[in-house]
């Protein structure tokens, strides 16, 4: 009788992909449901149809690469990156534009490079990149959050249904209630003082103006779920933070026309709760040791402020993620541990005499 002859380890733990992907979407809960309350069933009925679009082309490729489709699509880690790109989405964005994105997320982010395990990018940051850049209108109209007197939102199911698949009926006019986030306000401001632009924007104001805060306090309590149960260690989150902290502190500017916006500001606009604690964490295309993981957190959020207070987007989580994805290989050669009882690792080529 043949033996099945297996290397070690043979110890088993909590901690497999399918477990981990049901945490990290787990996690996600709340900022899902802050979103949906500011901004309508848009988010949710994105989320659900980026889901069912991963799904079939991993299944798609899965089939053309003769590789069992249970096995693979059970591992929950579709699901995660079609999460990720529909949280990122603004919520009433056309059906067939969510659809590029996810599918292209999947087949060539993922499965060109040999699925799970092999890509060098974050498959949903690759899609959200190729999606703001090919349809920079649709990708920045965003929905007026709930709460703002004179702006009221797209609530209603079936009308947030019909926006996006305009099958029903005529639809909403997205163009006519969109309005810029916080971070595009600021960018934009070239006159007024920082309190003159609290002022003269409701979208900055009130309850529903502090949204974008609401939604980074509950990204970052999921995130603070995750380390608990020890999803990911705190390195490249804290490195992320900290970095975006002493950036937006050293050319904050005060509260002048020339102002970037407070630390505190940076910190709870945008996708920066969302990016530190899901984004950059992605275990494939991040570094793997513990200094190139502060490393890669601290010039991802270095990258972030410069894309945000100088570049040509109102927010940089997407780019910064991506860029740093390319150095993360180097970072690792660079920052490897020494190996118990051994010198440290010899880097660069051998020299010769």
Excluded at 2 to 9: E, G, I, M
Excluded at 336 to 350: A, E, I, V
């Amino acid at each position: 009788m043949a033996l099945v002859r297996q290397t070690s380890p043979h110890a088993r733990g909590p901690n497999s992909t399918q477990q981990v992907m049901k945490l990290v979407l787990l996690a996600a809960m709340p900022g899902l449901a802050m979103q949906t309350i500011f901004f309508g069933w848009g988010t949710l009925i994105n989320v659900v149809w980026c889901v069912l679009i991963a799904l079939a082309s991993e299944a798609l490729i899965l089939k053309i690469r003769k590789r069992p489709l249970s096995f693979y699509l059970s591992d929950g880690t579709a699901m995660v990156t079609a999460l990720l790109l529909a949280l990122a989405l603004p919520p009433l964005v056309p059906w067939w534009l969510t659809m590029i994105g996810v599918s292209f997320a999947i087949i060539i982010g993922k499965q060109l490079y040999g699925g799970l395990g092999n890509n060098p990018f974050n498959p949903a940051m690759l899609g959200y990149v190729l999606l703001l850049i090919s349809f920079p209108a649709e990708m920045t109209q965003w929905l007026p959050p709930s709460g703002i007197e004179g702006h009221p939102p797209v609530n209603g199911f079936m009308e947030a249904l019909n926006s996006i698949f305009p099958l029903f009926g005529q639809g909403v006019n997205v163009d006519a209630i969109s309005m810029a986030t916080p971070l595009d306000i600021v960018r934009e401001n070239s006159s007024l003082t920082i309190n003159e632009l609290w002022a003269e924007n409701p979208v900055l104001q009130s309850f529903g103006g502090k949204s974008w805060i609401w939604i980074n306090v509950a990204y970052l309590a999921g995130g603070l779920f995750l380390l608990y149960r020890r999803v990911f260690t705190w390195h490249a989150p804290v490195g992320m933070l900290a970095a975006l902290f002493i950036m937006s502190t050293l050319f904050w500017g005060g509260t002048g026309s020339a102002s970037h916006g407070s630390p505190l500001f940076h910190l709870f606009s945008g996708a920066t709760m969302l990016g530190a604690f899901f984004i950059i964490t992605d275990p494939v295309s991040s570094a793997t040791s513990v200094r190139g993981r502060l490393i890669f957190g601290g010039c991802i959020g270095v990258l972030v402020y410069v894309i945000r207070a100088w570049g040509g987007y109102p927010d940089g989580v997407a780019f910064a993620t991506l860029l740093m994805n390319m150095a993360a290989p180097m970072i690792d050669y660079y920052t490897q541990p020494r190996t118990y009882g051994h010198d440290k690792p010899k880097k660069g080529l051998p020299k010769t005499d």
